[in-house]
């Protein structure tokens, strides 16, 4: 049985070990190893993961028996009031097509009903495969954007939103 459980900050370095795993297959035709590796130190150093929890991000990790197969980070009224923006839906590529993102997905959904939100907003390279699960599942494109992430280091993004 797949359980979804909260957290905390002495567990990042279990978000730390699956972004390692995860990442490198998932934009490995999308980033530049120079750019992933960029990213992975930048959203997923110890410190930072930290430095995100205790701004607000709330973190879950979604179990296959004892062992953790995928994360969820979500952060209410960001950016602004009745929006939870999903910053990031990860689940190990040996996963997929189990189920675990679409569990992962409902989770955020309930989650935002309970804190009263109006809109899940998430983001989105525009080359990445998973826009079209998230379209699926109901989001849609609200805009195109290109964020400057430092160190001359763009991401490419379709916002997408899902209204509740």
């Known amino acids: 049985m797949n359980s979804i459980c909260s957290l905390s900050i002495d ?8 972004a390692h795993k995860i990442w490198p297959i998932a934009y490995k035709e999308i980033l530049s190893q120079a750019q992933l590796d960029y990213m ?9 993961l930290t430095q995100q929890m205790q701004e607000g991000h709330h973190y879950f990790g979604i179990y296959e028996s004892d062992e953790i ?3 969820l ?6 950016p602004e009031i009745g929006v939870l923006k999903l910053n990031k839906i990860y689940v190990l590529p040996a996963c997929h ?15 935002a009903e309970n804190e009263q939100q109006k809109t899940i907003e998430l983001q989105v390279n525009r080359h990445n495969k998973a826009k079209d ?14 964020f400057d992430i430092g160190n001359g280091y763009f991401m490419n993004d379709f916002v997408m939103h899902y209204l509740l």
Not at 97 to 111: D, K, M, P, S, V
Not at 133 to 146: D, L, M, S
Request: hydrophobic share 40%; proline share 4%.
């Open 73 to 78: 980070d979500v952060q209410p009224n960001h």
């Open 11 to 18: 567990e990042a370095p279990l978000v730390q070990a699956l």
């Open 40 to 48: 992975l130190n930048w959203m997923y150093s110890i410190e930072s």
């Open 97 to 111: 097509g189990r189920g675990f993102g679409y569990q992962l997905i409902q989770f955020a959904i309930n989650f």
């Open 133 to 146: 699960f998230y379209n699926k599942i109901g989001f849609t494109i609200k805009e195109e954007k290109n």
């Open 69 to 71: 197969v995928g994360f």
